[in-house]
């Protein structure tokens, strides 16, 4: 084999295996902490605008968000509370983040998907059934209990339910400054303009009475 062939497969293997594990794309500096007006100043390229390093102090890279449970108060009974590149300036490029999700007693974290990340979740306390669905429309659960550990795979439709009888936590971890999470009801019934209801009938197989009544039941309350 020529030296040429060897360096071409070689060129393809790499860019492979950057493929196999690329996430957020990889830092090309120390850091890069987020100014906070950033996030609204027009077309960002993966991340936010770096704040200069003159000014960069400790609180950039601290949150105790997480460190107690959030107060529940919805109709599914789980709170999530994000400590992402949003609450960490600091965690701008650096491609992780952190949430914890509280359940009350039969609490759901209804199925969704974090399109930019893969989750890993470790209870704190109580026990959880969780699930995934792979593409193959293969359903894969498991109950979990404190101390475990489970996965979902990056941009998978998965959820976690507590059945149990007393409140759980669980913290996740994601290999994303800002995972970004689709809820599927509400992505489907509450988006902005609303997909059309002959659309959800169809795909559902309901009348437009039942889709009504979900979007109802789905409308983000005011007050």
Known sequence: MSPTNILAILVIFCCSISFAFAS???????????LPSSGSAGVKVNGF??????????????????????VINNTVGSLV?????EKIAGLNTLGVSFSRIDFKAGGLNPPHTHPRSTEIVFVLEGQLDVGFITTANKFISKSI???DIFVFPK???????NNG?????????????????LSIAAALFTSTPTVPDNVLAQAFQIDTKEVDKIKTKLAPKKG
Do not use: R, W, Y
């Not at 957020?24 to 987020?34: E, H, M």
């Not at 605008?49 to 959030?70: R, Y």
């Not at 941009?155 to 339910?161: D, I, P, S, Y």
């Not at 009888?165 to 999470?181: M, Y």
């Open 24 to 34: 957020d794309p990889d830092t090309l500096q120390d850091l890069c902490v987020a």
């Open 49 to 70: 605008a770096c704040k200069a390093e003159s000014n960069v102090t400790a609180a950039d890279f601290f949150f105790n968000g997480l460190a107690k449970p959030g």
């Open 81 to 85: 509370t994000a400590a992402n590149v």
């Open 145 to 147: 209990k404190k101390g």
């Open 155 to 161: 941009g998978l439709v998965h959820f976690q339910k």
């Open 165 to 181: 009888d007393e409140p759980s936590s669980v913290i996740s971890a994601f290999n994303s400054q800002l995972p970004g999470t």
